[in-house]
């Protein structure tokens, strides 16, 4: 398998534009996550599914952050509009069977600037 | 809920020279434990982990990291440092049978010749 596949690897945006960032998993993985790297807050958890539903998305910022999962191979994470705040490196990650303190396994990121 | 703290944002230390980058976690249940390693313009890698049995574990590039449950500690430790192992290095904590992984804000290790 090649790992987890994240793309795009750099977004340069403006301002009020909608960003859509996606991600592949591991194939067989029923987990996935989806993180935002900040210096001020460090590695933070937005969304995380479980079997493509939605577990807990406790973590997305507001309302202008969205998540789906249509499928087991595919996951989006959508910004609208986008904020320069919202500026960051997003981390897509998956595993299998978590509660037994299996390893996730990281993509290589998407690096979002909004200008 | 679970929290992970690594209090050094940033550890600068000379090749070959020991080096202990420090973790404390809370959690009012029984958790699993890990470092995460992250190389410049990549995603995290799993380095190490403690789910049960004994309290210390290895990698296998040298480092190592000691469960200590009474002082809620998993403190990582590599007694030479090469150059290569500039990264950013990240705790993160499991509870038993839940499904979060919660990270701590990293510790930037910075090597220098």
């Known amino acids: 398998d090649a790992g987890v596949i994240q793309s795009p690897r750099h977004e340069v945006t403006e301002m009020g534009q909608e960003v859509t960032l996606r991600c592949k998993p591991i194939?067989?993985?029923?987990?996935l996550f989806w993180y935002r790297q900040t210096m001020m807050r460090g590695l933070e958890l937005l969304i995380y599914?479980?079997?493509?539903?939605?577990?807990?998305d406790s973590g997305m910022p507001e309302d202008r952050f969205s998540a789906k999962m249509p499928n087991a191979s595919f996951s989006t994470l959508k910004i609208q509009p986008s904020e320069p705040r919202d500026s960051a490196v997003y981390f897509c990650?998956?595993?299998?069977?978590?509660?037994?303190?299996?390893?996730?396994?990281f993509g290589q990121g998407t690096r979002l600037t909004v200008v | 809920a679970q929290s992970v703290t690594q209090l050094d944002s940033q550890v600068p230390v000379f090749e070959e020279a020991p080096v202990e980058l420090r973790c404390n976690y809370s959690?009012?249940?029984?958790?699993?434990l890990f470092w995460y390693v992250q190389y410049p313009n990549q995603g995290l890698q799993l380095l190490l982990k403690?789910?049960?049995?004994?309290?210390l574990v290895e990698s296998i590039n040298g480092f190592e990291a000691e469960f200590n449950k009474s002082q809620t500690s998993f403190h990582l430790r590599k007694p030479s440092v090469h150059i290569s192992d500039t990264a950013e290095y990240f705790c993160?904590?499991?509870?038993?049978?839940?499904?979060?992984?919660?990270f701590g804000t990293g510790t930037r290790l910075q090597v220098f010749p």
């Open positions: 990650a998956s595993s299998f069977n978590v509660g037994v303190g299996t390893e996730a396994f």
């Open positions: 194939s067989g993985h029923d987990y």
């Open positions: 599914f479980n079997n493509n539903v939605p577990i807990d």
């Open positions: 959690s009012s249940v029984s958790v699993y």
């Open positions: 403690y789910l049960s049995g004994s309290t």
């Open positions: 993160a904590v499991s509870a038993y049978n839940t499904d979060k992984l919660i």
